[in-house]
């Protein structure tokens, strides 16, 4: 369970740039839930899931995962509870690295352990067999450099790659934005499946508010650094994309101008 209790972040503080990029956000997540956020460009959406990774470390509030207050963790210490993956696919693998050794510091995240303990010969295997499930025939390039790889491939392999060390929290950060559409629908049902299949806490950032409704359990809308919206349930199921928009504009008290949140 992902618990925040009234976190506030902001950048430049005290200075003509100062930003509140979070405005006292509570939020707690059942274990196994699958969230979508979503709201407009600025609204707080990847510094959320940076506070929550220990990417950015919140001035005020407490963040506890399963109970554990981790509100002063960097990143380093909550990489085995928590993994990300980014919206650059050029981000969170090595291009140099073999996709092999990318999947064995995959592995190793959180732990103090080596290339050498990571790549053992039953962890090759395990490794061959794991990225088999994908579907894509990459089992047979393992030795291949990560940067060889289409960008729909890298996302994949990082999705895989996200389950590997056991983390049982999940962040998406439009993991999806920079690929073609049908591309963004084979990583989308992948995502699905391998979510549902580890039975990952997630939390999924999309600027599309299709995919939004359409995948997930729940729905949290964030503007200027705060939750204006949470729907789950019924409440969600009756929804469509116009409904949604117009729920959106209400609580924000002013018309949708952002283009970008009428994508898809």
């Known amino acids: 369970m992902i618990t925040v209790n009234g976190i506030h972040v902001t950048f430049g503080r005290g200075t003509p740039l100062e930003k509140h990029a979070l405005r006292g956000v509570d939020l707690t997540i059942p274990e196994g839930q699958f969230v979508t956020v979503i709201g407009s460009n600025g609204a707080g959406k990847s510094t959320f899931l940076g506070a929550l990774a220990g990417d950015v470390i919140a001035e005020e509030g407490r963040i506890a995962i399963d109970g554990v207050d981790v509100t002063r963790w960097a990143t380093p210490k909550r990489a085995s509870l928590v ?14 690295l073999t996709i092999e050794e990318n999947m064995a510091l995959a592995a190793a995240r959180g732990r103090r352990r080596g290339l050498g303990f990571a790549l053992r010969g039953d962890r ?9 499930e994908l579907g894509l025939g990459l089992e047979n390039r393992l030795h291949d450099r990560m940067g060889l790889l289409s960008g729909g491939q890298r996302q994949a392999v990082s999705l895989l790659m996200a389950t590997l060390a056991g983390s049982k929290i999940l962040l998406l950060d439009e993991h999806t934005a920079a690929l073609d559409p049908g591309t963004a629908e084979f990583v989308l049902g992948l995502t699905r499946r391998i979510v549902e299949e580890n039975r990952l806490t997630t939390l999924m950032v999309t600027h599309s508010m299709r995919q939004a409704l359409d995948y997930g359990d729940r729905t949290v809308m964030l503007h200027e650094g705060r939750i204006v919206l949470d729907v789950s349930g019924e409440q969600r199921a009756g929804l469509d994309v116009p409904h949604l928009l117009a729920l959106f504009a209400k609580q924000r008290g002013e018309d949708i101008t952002d283009d970008s949140l009428l994508i898809g």
Not at 86 to 92: A, C, E, K, L, Y
């Open 124 to 132: 090759r295997r395990h490794f061959r067999e794991r990225i088999a």
């Open 83 to 96: 993994a990300r993956v980014f919206q650059d696919p050029m981000v969170g693998s090595c291009t140099a």
